[in-house]
T-cell receptor, first 117, second 115 residues
Framework: AQSVTQLGSHVSVSEGALVLLRCNYS??????LFWYVQYPNQGLQLLLK??????LVKGINGFEAEFKKSETSFHLTKPSAHMSDAAEYFC???????????????FGQGTILTVHP | EAGVVQSPRYKIIEKKQPVAFWCNPI?????LYWYLQNLGQGPELLIR????????DSQLPKDRFSAERLKGVDSTLKIQPAELGDSAVYLC?????????????FGPGTRLTVT
């Protein structure tokens, strides 16, 4: 079965600092990968997605992620954090090995990002 | 374009009572999902519909949970009877597979509190 591991349940950065949120997936076949953001009392909003095209994916709000097959990673970065980036971030995977349906998303546990002034 | 609509947004019930959640997906999205999100965790799939057909309900606790998607548009998720452990956020999402992107769009969720 697919699985996603997000290293660090809480990440704290200063405003203007680099944001790095880590995500590793388990699959011998590259799946489709997604990053979602969730603000308090809201649903999940898609930040960006990897679907086997360019390995460096740019998303909304200045975020980007790089797919690295050799490391089975899809880490999320943003060069300069803003106060409005404070939220919970989820990495998710679909498809890949084991015949996992491309319709089923498996989520990581989430990383809460705190941004200090 | 309107997003995924869910109601109610919040629900408080006593244990052993029934409860129902409603979801209206994005127009034209043939796939609809119900997820359960416990506090501090990622969403977990309960059931997935392709049009009217439930194609993946393996994670749905069928002794107390039921769902339907009549006419392949709106969907209702029901719990009867509710237990304390059912307190969570219930998320609905929809997608279309045209273009092969498989990205899912989420509603705001229904936060259920069972007392």
């Amino acid at each position: 079965a697919q699985s996603v591991t997000q290293l660090g349940s809480h990440v704290s950065v200063s405003e203007g600092a680099l944001v790095l949120l880590r995500c590793n997936y388990s699959s011998s076949v590259p799946p489709y990968l997604f990053w979602y953001v969730q603000y308090p009392n809201q649903g999940l909003q898609l930040l960006l997605k990897y679907t086997s095209a360019a390995t460096l994916v740019k998303g909304i709000n200045g975020f980007e992620a790089e797919f690295k097959k050799s490391e089975t990673s899809f880490h999320l970065t943003k060069p300069s954090a803003h106060m409005s980036d404070a939220a919970e971030y989820f990495c998710a995977v679909t498809g890949g090995a084991g015949g996992t349906s491309y319709g089923k998303l498996t989520f990581g546990q989430g990383t809460i990002l705190t941004v200090h002034p | 374009e309107a997003g995924v609509v869910q109601s109610p947004r919040y629900k408080i019930i006593e244990k052993k009572q029934p409860v129902a959640f409603w979801c209206n997906p994005i127009s034209g999205h043939n796939t609809l999902y119900w997820y359960l999100q416990n506090l501090g965790q990622g969403p977990e799939l309960l059931i997935r519909y392709e049009n009217e057909e439930a194609v993946d309900d393996s994670q749905l606790p069928k002794d107390r949970f039921s769902a339907e998607r009549l006419k392949g548009v709106d969907s209702t998720l029901k719990i009867q009877p509710a237990e304390l452990g059912d307190s969570a956020v219930y998320l609905c999402a929809s997608s279309t597979h045209s273009g092969g992107t498989y990205e899912q769009y989420f509603g705001p969720g229904t936060r259920l509190t069972v007392t």
